[in-house]
């Protein structure tokens, strides 16, 4: 079972940081993330959500190489790959995996302006390397799905100088 957990951060560039240190840590086999997303607030307090799984892109890549296929089936592959892109690109836009967008944006709306949060869906992770390596951000756990001691654990980590 996946876990999910939001951390919000100080200003709207560490979210960013925090997500590329987990790709590197996903990389190394220390955490499998399901689905994550950022949300920053600007200082005029408009609220941006940074999906990390570009879907459309996604099912536009996918549904031009079946369209591609079955145009050569039927004598026509230029035809099949618009078709295709067109029908994965509509599909992939449509489609929501992973941590719900109107949850993304609620709680986007309860951080200060200037500021940033990572929502990640965590599938499973090495805790003890993980945390330790993210105990160089400072942060507040803003929601989880973990455990009361698991989410005071990362907590503590967050808030270490």
Request: charged share 25%; net charge negative.
């Amino acid at each position: 079972m996946s876990s999910l957990i939001a951390v919000g951060f100080k200003d709207e560039f560490t979210a960013d940081e925090v997500i590329l240190n987990l790709r590197k840590l996903q990389q190394e086999h220390l955490i499998d993330l399901e689905d994550a997303a950022i949300v920053i607030r600007n200082k005029a307090g408009k609220v941006r959500i940074k999906q990390t799984q570009e879907l459309a892109i996604d099912g536009a890549l996918s549904g031009g190489f079946w369209g591609i296929l079955f145009g050569f089936i039927f004598f026509n592959p230029l035809l099949g790959w618009a078709v295709g892109s067109l029908a994965g690109a509509i599909s992939g836009a449509f489609t929501d995996i992973g941590i719900d967008d109107n949850f993304i944006k609620d709680v986007g709306k309860t951080i200060e302006p200037g500021t940033s949060a990572i929502f990640v869906l965590v599938r499973q992770a090495t805790a003890d390397k993980v945390l330790k390596d993210l105990s160089r951000f400072e942060g507040k756990v803003l929601k989880t799905s973990l455990s009361n001691e698991d989410e005071a654990k990362l907590q503590a980590v967050l808030l270490k100088p």
